[in-house]
T-cell receptor
Framework: GAVVSQHPSWVICKSGTSVKIECRSL??????MFWYRQFPKQSLMLMAT?????????EQGVEKDKFLINHASLTLSTLTVTSAHPEDSSFYIC???????????FGPGTRLLVL | AQSVTQPDIHITVSEGASLELRCNYS??????LFWYVQSPGQGLQLLLK??????LVQGIKGFEAEFKRSQSSFNLRKPSVHWSDAAEYFC????????????FGQGTTLQVKP
């Protein structure tokens, strides 16, 4: 149980385009989802927290207009990187947490390369 | 300030040897504690967690961890390492509430020698 998927697993896009990444909880309802960014050989940096049906809460320094997060259902959250630039290239990981649960379950990650 | 420290950036052990990965935290209250493992290019898999109760917790893949309140530590151990254990290990702490925000350590890379 507690499986989280992400799609796509990797994406290459041109600078200036937008990219959408999906995060799904497959066997539980995720009231809260988290989006992280990870640079090579580094730890995870929390970008934002999203609760189903409400606006995401962004961490300090994260541009909310650049990283659009939508958590429209209890099993799906999306992260859209708008007008992507090469510096947005990174590994993006989502996690999900169910109601009353304290544990986050992580997706397999999405590697984004912006050319 | 809240923080998690994994003092060892890189550890190499021989297959079959024992392993201990260190984790120290700084937190206002006793947090929830987690160990995750990440294989190259993959997401994180939960190894074990501590919320309360018995301070020695058992996890998957033969791992265990011990919470020591006096030392603010939550070290991960395995008695006999397998080559497949080579990966990146992250210690994380979270608030004993429903907010769920985790603070991660910098990670320890485990290399296993044959």
């Amino acid at each position: 149980g507690a499986v989280v998927s992400q799609h796509p697993s990797w994406v290459i896009c041109k600078s200036g385009t937008s990219v959408k990444i999906e995060c799904r909880s497959l066997d539980f309802q995720a009231t809260t989802m988290f989006w992280y960014r990870q640079f090579p050989k580094q730890s995870l940096m929390l970008m934002a927290t999203s609760n189903e049906g409400s606006k995401a809460t962004y961490e300090q320094g994260v541009e909310k207009d650049k990283f659009l997060i939508n958590h429209a259902s209890l099993t799906l959250s999306t992260l859209t990187v708008t007008s992507a630039h090469p510096e947005d290239s990174s590994f993006y990981i989502c996690s999900a947490r169910g109601t009353g649960r304290e544990t986050q379950y992580f997706g397999p990650g999405t590697r984004l390369l912006v050319l | 300030a809240q923080s998690v420290t994994q003092p060892d950036i890189h550890i190499t052990v021989s297959e079959g040897a024992s392993l201990e990965l260190r984790c120290n935290y700084s937190y206002g209250a006793t947090p929830y504690l987690f160990w995750y493992v990440q294989s190259p290019g993959q997401g994180l898999q939960l190894l074990l967690k501590y919320f309360s109760g018995d301070t020695l917790v058992q996890g998957i893949k033969g791992f265990e961890a011990e919470f020591k309140r006096s030392q603010s530590s939550f070290n991960l151990r395995k008695p006999s390492v397998h080559w497949s254990d080579a990966a990146e290990y992250f210690c994380a702490v979270g608030p004993p509430s429903n907010t769920g925000k985790l603070i991660f350590g910098q990670g320890t890379t485990l290399q296993v020698k044959p």
